[in-house]
């Protein structure tokens, strides 16, 4: 009989701490996973999941528009926010059912409770139970970061925005990551009036600077407000809203203030620091490529490791560590040439590297195309595709791929795995076109609009 009453406890019923749990289960482990809030964690219950239903649901009135163009009698009529908000309620009630049922199947025992760390083999619940394991999992994710200013306490972020009982007229978004950009979209799209500050040169940074740039100008064009160099100096709350005033000097009252200005690991109060736990100047719990503390018993996984945020490598690195510790296969998890897509309006899908960093790294072509796509043009639109091939001049192997429009997120995927496998340009010049799409661009881009 062993000495600990699991082999494995995770902390956090996220993607990241489901998945470990169950795959070390399959593998005969006794798993315990406590979970304070809601199972599903930040993608399925206030993220990925809820955000893109509200993208949809903020894309339908442009495609009624688009209707009518082509020859429909249709008009739209307004958004029912609160016949919208029920049903993705429930739609989130049902995916927190499902993760429970997975877990409950796959023998995982569950605790609606807190869990802190005692020591290197303890956990201590808010429900007043504690419990040993062999080995103690934290994959408790990431929180929202707001700075601290004269009327911080009235701002809202992702986490608040799902519960909004009514639609605001009016909206100051504040940040210029890819959750601020979505959200910027959703509500422009949903009718609502967007405001949206950032301090920096350019929206989304880190992303392919020709890629943001035509992100941040097709945004403008569908009607976002964007100021960019500019941030909140004070804002407070007055009878018909919050009065926010700008480092441009701009003061306006807004129905609701949005803040998306970053996220922090959620390591806080953990009992991670008592325990001798190494921990990053941000609060991210240090960990090897096993995802392996300093501590042998603790090991971490997700965006609490800040390592590349993202729900997907989440659950490769929870499934990595339950192989490794529980299946005899150690493996790590790979974080090279990750796929990802940012749900703006217009969408962009990336992969591998900017023309930024590839410069750095030696000679690269560039291939590049930009155009109105067959349905937009018929429709009067003029809005833009980006296409944008990123090419070792040395090697012929394509480094980066960059897309701009509409399905941006579902055409990286497929381009990711052409990228993975190491494809070159010539492997993408010699795939037939499918005709007609906005696609076929990517294999029919001959000559390089600039080499570097």
Not at 98 to 115: E, I, M, P
Not at 313 to 328: K, N, P
Not at 383 to 408: N, P, S, Y
Request: hydrophobic content about 40%; proline content about 4%; some cysteine.
């Amino acid at each position: 009989m062993s000495q600990f009453d699991y082999d494995l406890f995770v902390i956090g019923g996220g993607s990241g701490g489901v998945r470990a749990g169950r795959i070390a289960a399959e593998h005969g482990a006794r798993v315990g996973l406590a979970e304070e809030y809601r199972m599903g964690g930040t993608c399925v219950i206030r993220g990925c999941v809820p955000k893109k239903l509200m993208v949809y649901a903020s894309g339908y009135p442009g495609q009624v528009h688009d209707a009518a163009a082509y020859g429909w009698d249709a008009e739209v009529h307004g958004f029912n926010w609160t016949k919208f908000r029920a049903k993705l309620d429930a739609e989130l009630d049902r995916l927190e059912a499902a993760y429970r049922g997975n877990l409950d199947r796959s023998g995982v025992v569950t605790h609606n409770a807190r869990a802190v760390l005692k020591d290197p083999h303890m956990v201590e619940l808010s429900d007043g139970q504690s419990f040993t394991a062999a080995h103690i999992l934290v994959a408790t994710g990431g929180r929202p970061f707001v700075p601290d200013f004269p009327g911080s306490d009235l701002v809202m972020t992702s986490n608040e925005v799902f519960k909004l009982d009514q639609q605001p007229e009016s909206i100051l978004i504040v940040g210029g990551g890819y959750i601020a950009c979505e959200f910027a979209g959703i509500f422009n799209g949903l009718g609502t009036e967007v405001t949206q500050f950032y301090r920096g040169a350019q929206v989304l940074r880190g992303f392919d600077d020709e890629a943001r740039g035509h992100v941040a100008d097709a945004m403008q064009a569908r009607g976002v407000e964007l100021h960019l160099g500019c941030n909140v100096m004070e804002m407070r709350q007055v009878e018909d809203g919050i009065w926010v005033k700008a480092s441009n000097g701009m003061e306006q009252v807004f129905d609701k203030v949005l803040y998306a200005t970053g996220r922090k690991p959620n390591s806080a109060g953990l009992g991670l620091e008592e325990i001798g736990v190494e921990m990053g100047r941000n609060g991210e719990i240090k960990v090897d490529d096993y995802s392996q503390t300093n501590i042998p018993s603790i090991f971490a996984v997700g965006d609490v490791t800040d390592r590349v945020n993202l729900t997907p490598v989440a659950i490769r690195e929870g499934h990595a560590f339950a192989d490794t510790v529980f299946g005899g296969t150690p493996r790590k998890a790979d974080h090279d040439l990750i796929p990802s897509a940012v749900f703006t309006q217009p969408e962009l899908g990336t992969v591998g590297l900017t023309e930024e960093q590839a410069r750095d790294e030696g000679p690269i072509e560039v291939y590049c195309a930009s155009f109105r796509p067959m349905q937009a043009l018929f429709a009067g639109h003029e809005e833009r595709v980006l296409m944008k091939l990123i090419v070792c001049a040395d090697t012929r192997k394509v480094l980066g791929v960059h897309l701009v429009g509409d399905h941006a997120g579902e055409l990286i995927q497929l381009a990711g795995i052409a990228v993975k496998m190491g494809a070159t340009k010539e492997d993408f010049d010699r795939t037939m076109a499918v005709h007609p799409t906005m696609a076929e661009e990517l294999v029919t881009m001959k000559t390089p609009v600039r080499t570097a």
